[in-house]
């Protein structure tokens, strides 16, 4: 599987656009791309999948440039709710995936 | 749709006494099933997997050991706990095959304090 490289931590105001990148510097052909995001106490959920260009979804959307090594997420207006650790995650559609979890970014909003 | 139980959700058990966290799955059939383990301020780290009823694979060399007795129906247990098995541990679940799979589902979690 394809390792992940996030930065540790991010700070933010609220309303601000929030961009958290991801390097996935061998990521495989039949690999997607998915964030999760966890707050204290509760198991992550899903967040986005794509493959490659941009995906939008009602919560974030997630841009993945034509060479598939890294991906961004973005969170439009952040709120203080949406301080809590993202996940990057590469894994094969179609086949089983043993999916490690990375440290992951941890999101500190501000008011 | 789909769901995930998990149980107990809180425990604190003293050192040496035996474990058992059940995770079940409901509204899908051959689930991938997974264990995690979640130590204070840490990441996840991949415990137990499976595809298939009675097929187990273990990450880490450990204390505990899982069992999948019917094919939604997912245990972690332990003979004799140690004060390092303490943490938050998650069950979740994926399908494969179809765009939008692969997505791993997580139970609300049960957090276990040895003493």
């Known amino acids: 599987l394809a390792k992940t490289t996030q930065p540790i931590s991010m700070d933010s105001y609220e309303g601000q656009e929030v961009n958290i990148t991801c390097s996935h510097n061998?990521?495989?052909?039949?690999?997607?791309i998915t964030w999760y995001q966890q707050f204290p106490s509760q198991g992550p959920r899903f967040i986005i999948q794509?493959?490659?260009t941009k995906v939008t979804n009602e919560v974030a959307s997630l841009f993945i440039p034509a060479d598939r090594k890294s991906s961004t997420l973005s969170l439009p207006r952040v709120s203080l709710s949406d301080t809590a650790v993202y996940y990057c995650l590469v894994g094969d559609l179609y086949n089983f995936n043993k999916f490690y979890f990375g440290s992951g970014t941890k999101l500190n909003v501000k008011p | 749709s789909q769901t995930i139980h998990q149980w107990p959700a809180t425990l604190v058990q003293p050192v040496g006494s035996p474990l058992s966290l059940e995770c079940t799955v409901e509204g899908t059939s051959n689930p991938n099933l997974y264990w995690y383990r979640q130590a204070a301020g840490r990441g996840l780290q991949l415990l137990f997997y499976s595809v298939g009823i009675g097929q187990i694979s273990s990450e880490v060399p450990q204390n505990l050991s899982a069992s999948r007795p019917q094919d939604r129906q997912f245990i972690l247990s332990s003979k004799k706990l140690l004060l390092s098995d303490s943490g938050f541990y998650l069950c979740a679940w994926s399908t494969q095959g179809a765009r939008g799979a692969n997505v791993l589902t997580f139970g609300a979690g049960s957090r276990l304090t040895v003493l």
């Open positions: 794509g493959y490659k």
């Open positions: 061998n990521i495989a052909t039949n690999d997607y």
